[in-house]
């Protein structure tokens, strides 16, 4: 077929023998892939694992200062990633989009990837190489075991009766790390940087729980040899469509299978305890430190709560996309409240200026060139609402602070549950609980008292009079439409505190 003489010309492929075709303004490896090391192994890779922690890895050997430092994937659940990395050497793009301009690096330091369930084999082979140092995980919070592993989940099952097959990540960690000890191999660092608080030790908790279903000693010897760092990560990332794949082909001709759209900024806050050496990720702007858990505190009642608090009004309002919701002054109002209040309950942060940290926030969500989806934000309520928000609802009450704005992303909650928007149109809520959940938000209308008693997600919460009285006002304000609650916030007699009401 031939192309009109205006025609783009088509996109070149995203292959090690194409780099040179692509357009000067992409960013491509010059380092020698073939001389990095595998010493890190990444389980669950995604877009954000991609656009975050395999991004540092590649600025060090960009840097030219090390090659020890190449990672391999695996997947657990989903063969889609090993297909769309198949065809190109495991090269993928990524593009940073700032508010006025794109920048797009081709990310070559992934040197391989296994899907786990093709050959479980291959995968165990890796993690006891010796020359894996540092096993990185992204599997998602809901993925580690709330207390002992459930005995009769078949993956659990697996990891104890077939260890040579696990079920589980925590499985595979645990199998390697017996045939590394039984060779006298030492064992690797497992550094989590999923977005669960303290990380690191739920990592640890997970993997000491599998190995004491199999083997008492050998959850000993990982409790004395294995190093569990905590780490806060720190990069929005949303989903890519088809659409923005082809808008990539057209508009810098680069035609990835499946390439990451991210921010320009970028955090991740490493706990310094490693048992098999550090990588120098500090040459390329990761910040190692003693205690992690002011950053990470800082991160998910900051960063995580407001996007709770802007995706459920703003899903409510008929918003679908941050940006969109932003540019409304109600919802970007309600959002810088909601921050003003979770930071005054902070205490200080070091190296970080909470003010200015908040604006870098309103700004990140209100770029327009980086649409991430309300939907996807309101994903697992369920789960993040009770880590991110709830926890400065229960500091704001226990101090008796301002709380306006975090009451009524409480109550945008229990409203986007009963399942529609302000307009009438349907809601379909991505979570685990949500039948449960809708049907307790529904049955109590503007009374929370169905939900804090029978959703077992608030604690002691749930008894509290006082913020029964407070939910109840913020159901009933938005009754009367979410933008106009987020509005009314800004009036000092409304939505405030229920006087003389008991806690």
């Not at 900051?302 to 459920?312: F, I, P, R």
């Not at 975090?406 to 991505?430: F, M, Q």
């Amino acid at each position: 077929m031939s192309s009109s003489p205006d025609a783009a010309p088509a996109a070149v492929p995203l292959t090690p023998d194409r780099l040179d075709d692509l357009h000067p303004a992409v960013d491509v490896p010059a380092y020698d892939r073939d001389a990095l090391v595998p010493a890190v192994v990444h389980i669950g890779v995604g877009g954000f694992h991609r656009a975050h922690q395999a991004v540092y890895f590649d600025d060090l050997a960009r840097s030219g200062r090390s090659t020890e430092w190449g990672v391999v994937g695996v997947g657990l659940h989903s063969p889609r990633m090993r297909d769309a990395l198949a065809g190109q050497d495991n090269l993928y793009a990524v593009v940073e989009r700032g508010p006025e301009t794109d920048q797009v690096h081709v990310v070559g330091v992934l040197t391989d990837y296994h899907y786990a369930p093709d050959d479980p084999g291959a995968v165990l082979d890796r993690l006891a190489d010796p020359r894996t140092r540092l096993v990185t995980l992204t599997i998602t919070g809901t993925s580690y075991p709330q207390g002992e592993p459930d005995r009769d989940d078949p993956d659990v099952v697996a990891d104890v009766e077939t260890p040579s097959t696990p079920g589980t990540a925590f499985g595979f960690l645990v199998e390697a790390l017996a045939r590394r000890r039984a060779a006298g191999v030492g064992p690797f660092t497992v550094l989590s940087c999923d977005n669960v608080q303290h990380n690191g030790d739920v990592a640890r908790a997970a993997v000491l729980a599998t190995a004491r279903l199999r083997d008492a000693g050998l959850a000993e010897w990982i409790a004395e040899h294995v190093a569990f760092p905590s780490s806060m990560v720190d990069r929005i990332t949303p989903e890519t469509t088809p659409g923005e794949r082809e808008a990539i082909a057209r508009e810098h001709g680069l035609d990835d299978t499946w390439p990451v759209i991210t921010e320009p900024f970028s955090q991740w806050i490493v706990e310094d305890c490693f048992c098999a050496g550090r990588p120098p990720l500090e040459e390329v702007g990761v910040q190692f430190v003693d205690n992690v858990t002011p950053y990470e505190v800082m991160k998910t009642r900051l960063l995580n709560g407001s996007h709770c608090a802007l995706a459920y009004l703003g899903h409510l309002a008929g918003f679908r996309t941050t940006d969109e919701a932003m540019a409304d002054p109600r919802m970007r109002g309600f959002v810088e409240g909601y921050l003003e209040e979770v930071a005054a309950l902070l205490l200080a942060v070091p190296g970080i200026d909470l003010a200015a940290y908040r604006a870098t926030l309103v700004e990140r969500f209100s770029n327009a060139r980086l649409s991430d989806g309300l939907d996807r934000l309101a994903r697992r309520g369920s789960t993040k609402v009770p880590s991110y928000v709830l926890p400065s609802l229960q500091q704001a009450l226990d101090q008796d602070r301002p709380r306006g704005h975090v009451v009524l992303a409480t109550a945008a909650w229990l409203r986007y549950l009963r399942g529609t928007d302000y307009a009438g149109a349907p809601i379909e809520i991505a979570d685990a609980e949500a039948d449960r959940l809708s049907q307790l938000a529904r049955a109590g209308g503007t009374d929370p008292h169905p939900f804090l008693e029978g959703s077992g997600l608030f604690g002691t919460l749930g008894d509290s009079a006082r913020l029964a009285a407070e939910l109840t006002a913020a159901l009933q304000a938005l009754e009367e439409g979410p933008l106009e609650a987020a509005e009314r916030l800004r009036a000092p007699d409304v939505l405030t505190q229920a006087e003389g009401t008991a806690a």
